[in-house]
């Protein structure tokens, strides 16, 4: 989406199984809510983050996208087609349109025509704990994940495995026994587990109603038509920018099917970065809670508690995350 940031001069058929073996050795571990030491292999933790210089959150603008992103959005549109859009809507999704007078101002709706757009969900049991889960952008098994997590409406600590990634990639590792993604670890059951069908079985009886989206239900056309979605993106997401660990998760209201947000996944993951994912498609209740903490519902939203920034805006927040966390 486009807007304007005041910062010149930017230095611009299985799970798949890590490359390479990596010793064992004290591996950084992020949460929620502490602050963390690093390993010998990152920068520092107790690098003192802040804002780059003049800068200015950028206005949202919906449904704008900025001339220079023009083919990222394009490419990243393509997994709409491949995937049916799969991940667009939560589990039980309706949709009605009622008179503007039927929604007050203060509850987050669409207009369109001169109606409003009244939309709802089904969700299952609320975890109390964000599932925490290891992988990357470029991996079509890792997409099949993060498709359930938008379905199931689930808050997400994800812990980005980029290839030579050094700190969570030999963490799953040390954890699991071997460098395999998706790996998914549910603090609130204690349950640990590798193979993205497993993971989605697991999440759909622990969260859901217990279905298994049909999108998802369908082998190895499942997974051809998840490595299909990621012709446009040309591997992006998928290896390791040298970057400096913050202290603590950035916070990402997103979702799997938006093409905006999948240009902010991607950086967030070549720079390692761990953060939480506040998954928000169509039919979710925390659009509204985005709404009235923010004064506007828009994907991608971040919060980085490492600097104070907050803002919208996906082209901007990728020159933000560059500027702030690569390590040039």
């Not at 203060?106 to 049991?125: H, M």
């Not at 059951?189 to 759909?204: F, N, P």
């Not at 369908?218 to 051809?224: D, K, Q, S």
């Amino acid at each position: 989406m486009a807007g304007v940031l005041n910062i010149h001069n930017f230095p611009l058929l299985h799970s798949v199984p890590g490359s390479r073996k990596t010793p064992k050795k004290s591996i950084p571990t992020i949460r929620a809510t502490s602050e963390t030491p690093t390993s010998s292999t990152s920068t520092s933790t107790s690098t003192s983050f802040t804002a780059p210089p003049n800068f200015e959150p950028p206005e949202p603008k919906r449904f704008a996208v900025r001339p220079d992103k023009t083919w990222d959005i394009i490419g990243a549109s393509l997994a709409l087609i491949f995937r049916l859009g799969t991940g667009v809507f939560v589990n039980g999704y309706s949709v009605s349109f009622v008179s503007k007078d039927a929604i007050p101002p203060d509850q987050y709706s669409l207009e369109v025509a001169g109606y409003k757009v009244k939309e709802t969900s089904k969700l299952g049991p609320r975890p109390e704990k964000p599932i925490e889960i290891y992988e990357f952008e470029g991996c079509p098994f890792c997409r099949k994940v993060r498709e359930i997590v938008a379905v199931l409406d689930l808050d997400v600590l994800f812990y980005p495995c980029p290839k030579n990634g050094p700190n969570f990639r030999p963490k799953v590792a040390q954890m699991g026994g071997k460098q395999q993604f998706p790996y998914m670890v549910d603090p609130n059951t204690g349950t640990a587990m590798y193979e993205s069908d497993d993971i989605i079985k697991y999440l759909v009886q622990k969260y859901g109603d217990g279905s298994i989206p049909f999108t998802l239900s369908l082998g190895l056309l499942t997974t051809l038509t998840e490595g299909f979605a990621m012709i446009g993106r040309m591997g992006k997401g998928s290896s390791y920018t040298p970057s400096k660990l913050p202290p603590k998760p950035l916070e990402l209201w997103a979702y799997e099917g938006s093409p905006f947000c999948k240009i902010v996944r991607e950086v967030l993951v070549e720079l390692e970065l761990p953060h939480i994912f506040r998954s928000c498609a169509r039919g979710s209740p925390k659009r509204q809670i985005l709404f009235e903490k923010a004064g506007h519902f828009q994907a991608p939203y971040i919060e980085d508690p490492n600097t104070g920034v907050q803002m919208f805006e996906s082209a901007e927040i990728v020159e933000y995350l560059k500027v702030t966390y690569a390590a040039f």
